[in-house]
T-cell receptor, first 112, second 111 residues
Framework: ETGVTQSPTHLIKTRGQQVTLRCSSQ?????VSWYQQALGQGPQFIFQ???????GRGNFPPRFSGLQFPNYSSELNVNALELDDSALYLC???????????FGPGTRLTVT | SQQGEEDPQALSIQEGENATMNCSYK?????LQWYRQNSGRGLVHLIL?????REKHSGRLRVTLDTSKKSSSLLITASRAADTASYFC???????????FGTGTRLQVTL
């Protein structure tokens, strides 16, 4: 157990809808990173939040957005869902932007 | 896009044997990390090796890094059935703690 929690565990949405995924970081960690993992692939970096500010972004369109709250928990929002958004979404928290990352169990999103 | 590649894609060994997985990457790194993932669940951090380190040990794990060849290897000694999982290498590059993962090696350890 890493102390990083994610909700919900599973989610089914329809194409065009919007979704919000949540992540609670490990106590004392001020950095949260989000990753998308398609079936059979390695995780791909979406973005990172450090002290409530975006601190780096991967090659994802603007309809992927995020927030980090004062308690360092975080949300990932995806608008206008597409079928290819179906994946396991992982968040990871760390003590600092370059620190060791501790991953949560993930949210499996299915878009139909 | 994936920056690195693990080799082999799949590996099947018997309990007690050693398992070696290799990772190649394309750009300069701050550090390289190895993770394990069981059945599409969360990733478990195994070991981190910095760009100025050449070898690191942790229990039954041994990681080497060759920055001139942009490659790393993970050795699991005396493997157990519980080691069955997918193993990923991930490179930390840039100012953010962005990790760039490879496609993984699926390890199957049989009794």
């Amino acid at each position: 157990e890493t102390g990083v929690t994610q909700s919900p565990t599973h989610l089914i949405k329809t194409r065009g809808q919007q979704v919000t995924l949540r992540c609670s970081s490990q106590s004392g960690h001020n950095t949260v990173s989000w990753y998308q993992q398609a079936l059979g692939q390695g995780p791909q970096f979406i973005f990172q939040y450090y002290r409530e500010e975006e601190n780096g972004r991967g090659n994802f369109p603007p309809r992927f957005s995020g927030l980090q709250f004062p308690n360092y928990s975080s949300e990932l929002n995806v608008n206008a869902l597409e079928l290819d958004d179906s994946a396991l979404y992982l968040c990871a928290s760390s003590l600092s932007p370059h620190g060791e990352q501790y991953f949560g169990p993930g949210t499996r999103l299915t878009v139909t | 896009s994936q920056q690195g590649e693990e080799d082999p894609q799949a590996l099947s060994i018997q309990e007690g044997e050693n398992a070696t997985m290799n990772c190649s990457y394309k750009t300069s790194i701050n550090n390289l990390q190895w993770y394990r993932q069981n059945s599409g669940r969360g990733l478990v951090h195994l070991i981190l090796i910095r760009s100025n380190e050449r070898e690191k040990h942790s229990g039954r794990l041994r990681v080497t890094l060759d920055t001139s060849k942009k490659s790393s290897s993970l050795l699991i000694t005396a493997s157990r059935a519980a080691d069955t999982a997918s193993y990923f290498c991930a490179q930390n590059t840039g100012t953010a703690s962005k990790l760039t993962f490879g496609t993984g090696t699926r390890l199957q350890v049989t009794l």
